[in-house]
């Protein structure tokens, strides 16, 4: 019985184990403040709440905070796969992994506000 019991707490840990390693691809649940320093390499093109973009002309950036979390991270694997062409877009897409895009969606999804440890910056 004890060893039962150890091997099905072996069996378990196992899968805990490779669960956290293969849950990628559809099911990766995004941390808004991790988001929030990743979108540090967005915002001089999509700008955020009380930043301002670097030139007047950039206003065309579509503004993608507010955005639903799905339509962000399906954004970015259409840019990522080439299915969406920007060239830009595409280079910054396929640097990403799931997590990043997962993260990322979660914070602009939250409307993409600095978390308060931002103030300093
Ligand atoms: C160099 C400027 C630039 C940077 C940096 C940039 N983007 Fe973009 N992004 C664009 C442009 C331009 C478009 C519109 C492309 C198009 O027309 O398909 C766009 C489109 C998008 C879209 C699709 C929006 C929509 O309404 O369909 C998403 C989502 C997005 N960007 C997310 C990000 C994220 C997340 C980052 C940071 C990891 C980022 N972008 C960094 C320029 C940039």
New binding site residues.
């Given amino acids: 019985m004890k060893n039962a019991v150890s091997g099905f707490i072996g069996v378990v840990a196992i899968l805990l184990g490779t669960s956290t390693v293969t849950v990628s691809a559809q099911t990766v649940k995004g941390d808004p403040k991790m988001g929030a320093q ?2 540090a ?2 915002s ?3 700008g955020i709440s009380g930043l301002r973009n670097a030139f007047p002309e950039v206003f065309h ?2 503004k ?1 905070g507010n ?1 639903h979390p799905e ?2 991270v399906a ?2 694997q259409a ?1 990522r796969s080439g299915e ?3 060239p ?2 595409r280079a ?2 396929s640097s ?1 992994t799931d997590q ?2 997962a993260d ?1 969606a979660a914070f ?1 999804g939250q409307g993409g506000l600095r978390p308060t440890t931002a103030a300093g910056k």
């Fill in positions: 990743r979108a390499m967005c001089g093109c999509h950036f579509p993608i955005q339509y962000i954004a970015l840019y969406r062409s920007h830009t877009m910054i897409a990403l990043a895009m990322l602009y």
